[in-house]
């Protein structure tokens, strides 16, 4: 069982920046691809980022953060972070924070089946 407590949200103005921390259980965190994904109101959740750790730090992006956002980890500290800068309205949504334990040599995967953990979720909103 892996759990996973996002933490971070909030209101900012566009143009602001706003860092997500995600927290992890389970003493192989360091090697879980973890990703955090997005859901607005109305719209499916969607990818947003991704980081695997095994053979190498490698990351991946959505097209529409790239160069905005940027994912990390800490993995003495079990924790995950995206750091999102130049927020516009669009990027309004719950976050969510996900842990792939498949253990692949695979890049990290977009793809929503391919996480088993999920986290409750931390707001962000961006006001015009």
């Known amino acids: 069982q892996v759990q996973l407590v996002e933490s971070g949200g909030g209101l900012v103005q566009a143009g602001g920046s706003l860092r997500l921390s995600c927290a992890a259980s389970?003493?192989?965190?360091?090697?879980?691809?973890m990703g955090w994904f997005r859901q607005a109101p109305g719209k499916e959740r969607e990818f947003v980022a991704a980081?695997?750790?095994?053979?190498?730090?490698?990351?991946v992006y959505a097209d529409s953060v790239k160069g905005r956002f940027t994912i990390s980890r800490d993995n003495a500290k079990n924790t995950v972070y995206l750091q999102m800068n130049s927020l516009n309205p669009e990027d309004t949504a719950v976050y969510f924070c996900?842990?792939?334990?498949?253990?692949?040599?695979?890049?990290?995967?977009?793809?929503?089946?391919?996480?088993?953990?999920w986290g409750q979720g931390t707001q962000v909103t961006v006001s015009s």
């Open positions: 996900a842990a792939d334990t498949r253990l692949t040599l695979s890049d990290p995967t977009p793809r929503t089946y391919d996480y088993a953990y």
């Open positions: 389970g003493r192989t965190f360091s090697r879980y691809t």
């Open positions: 980081i695997s750790w095994i053979g190498g730090i490698n990351t």
